[in-house]
């Protein structure tokens, strides 16, 4: 049986409570749409908050993995320039000790051998512009992997002692023709450093790409759980607009009924 109060309008209350409920849900799907996040605060889904910052944090390694992995290709061809010089040095070094290891009295071996020397230091100084003049440990931390996530390797060092040609001369045949051989050693020397360089530079590309399809994963995946649904946000905020104003409606006709009671005391 139905009951009539003034002091008591229970169908307002209920009105007063949907439209709560319905203003908070407008005010989820505004902010989800002002800000482009479903997860704006740790009510809104903790455990999926946790599982999208661990994504987040595995972005911001892998992004500093690979601006460590090109500063590291920096270095590497600074390095590879100052090898493919010393090369070519080489090259005129045996240029002069084949000239010199000829017999003909036409050789002017003390012309050639200043050269030669000249070279020799030339190296030497290009080997200290470059850090080569004792063999280096080479590393880049290039992924979200801590125990696997270093590329790595030991750079030979070449300046004229290691390639093993500071001591040469050639002010005779004899000293030419032993020179002759050195160099040929020492070329394949520098050729190991080079090697080294060359196949850490491609181990570096590699490592770059596939940390840079890491962070489209991580970010892809990290974008499902903390952005918002654009389409389904916009039908929301429709919905509970309409919500909000049946509501208010609603709440209007429930405090008329109290005022209709009063007309039985007339």
């Known amino acids: ?39 704006n605060n740790s009510g809104d889904d903790a455990a999926g908050l946790a599982v999208a910052n661990s994504y987040r944090s595995t972005q911001a ?9 090109n500063d590291g290709l920096s270095t590497l061809q600074i390095k590879d320039g100052a090898l493919n010089n010393i090369s070519t040095l080489l090259d005129r070094m045996s240029t002069l000790a084949t000239q010199s290891a000829s017999a003909s009295s036409t050789v002017d071996r003390t012309a050639l051998n200043a050269e030669f020397a000249d070279v020799i230091g030339e190296i030497t100084r290009e080997a200290n512009v470059a850090g080569l003049t004792s063999a280096q440990g080479f590393s880049v931390f290039v992924s979200n992997d801590g125990s696997n996530g270093k590329v ?6 070449a300046d004229a002692t290691a390639l093993g040609v ?55 995946a990290e974008s499902r759980i903390r952005d918002a649904n654009v389409a389904e946000e916009s039908a929301n905020m429709t919905r509970y607009n309409i919500l909000t104003q049946s509501g208010i409606a609603a709440l209007s006709q429930a405090n008329q009924s109290s005022q209709s009671v009063l007309s039985l005391l007339r």
Do not use: H, P, W
Not at 152 to 157: S, Y
Not at 188 to 204: D, V
């Open 1 to 39: 049986m139905a009951s009539f109060s003034v002091v008591s309008n229970i169908s307002a209350a209920n009105a007063q409570a949907n439209l709560q409920n319905t203003s908070l849900g407008l005010q989820k799907a505004l902010t989800r749409l002002s800000s482009g996040f479903r997860i």
């Open 61 to 69: 390694v892998l992004n500093q993995g690979i601006r460590n992995a």
């Open 152 to 157: 790595g390797g030991t750079i030979g060092a």
């Open 166 to 220: 500071n001591t040469l001369s050639i002010t005779s045949a004899a000293n030419a023709a032993t020179a002759v051989g050195t160099i040929a050693t020492a070329v394949s020397t520098l050729g190991a450093a080079q090697s080294t360089i060359g196949t850490l530079q491609n181990r570096l590309g590699f490592a770059i790409s596939l940390a840079s399809n890491q962070v489209v994963s991580n970010k892809t």
